[in-house]
Nanobody
Framework: QVQLVESGGELVQAGGSLRISCAAS????????MGWFRQAPGLEREFVAA????????RYADSVKGRFTISRDNAKNTLYLQMNSLKPEDTAVYYC??????????????????WGQGTQVTVSS
C-alpha cells in the first residue's frame, strides 16, 4: 500500500509561480514511477507530467511544457511540481499518482496504482 499526500496548493496570480509537493510512504519510493495529473471542474482528469523512478526521464503535456518541471527526491520520498508562468486555465485540483511498474512511465491515468487526495491550485487573472 502506498500513501500519497499532496501539499502546497494555493491561490496565485497569473504569471506567478508555485511548487507543489507529494510525500510518499508505504513503499520504496525509488521503485515507483510517478506522475502529476489535474482535474478542473466539469472536465476529465488530465495528464500533466511524469517522471521515471530515477528521475532521469520526464514527460510533459503540451499545455505545460516549458512552464512546469517535475522532479523527485528519492532520499526524501517526495515528488515535486514546479509551476511557472501560471495561467488561469491551470486552475485545477492537482493529484500525484504512483505506478508500481517502475518501467511503465505512462501518461495514462488508468495505469497508475495509487493516488493522493489532491491539492487545489487556483490562478487568478
Amino acid at each position: 500500500q502506498v500513501q500519497l499526500v499532496e501539499s502546497g496548493g494555493e491561490l496565485v496570480q497569473a504569471g506567478g509561480s508555485l511548487r507543489i509537493s507529494c510525500a510518499a510512504s508505504g513503499h520504496t519510493f525509488s521503485r515507483l514511477a510517478m506522475g502529476w495529473f489535474r482535474q478542473a471542474p466539469g472536465l476529465e482528469r488530465e495528464f500533466v507530467a511524469a517522471i521515471s523512478w530515477s528521475g532521469g526521464t520526464t514527460r510533459y503535456a503540451d499545455s505545460v511544457k516549458g512552464r512546469f518541471t517535475i522532479s523527485r527526491d528519492n532520499a526524501k520520498n517526495t515528488l515535486y511540481l514546479q509551476m511557472n508562468s501560471l495561467k488561469p486555465e491551470d486552475t485545477a485540483v492537482y493529484y500525484c499518482a504512483a505506478d508500481l511498474n517502475s518501467a511503465s512511465f505512462t501518461t495514462r491515468a488508468d495505469h497508475y496504482d495509487y493516488w493522493g487526495q489532491g491539492t487545489q491550485v487556483t490562478v487568478s487573472s
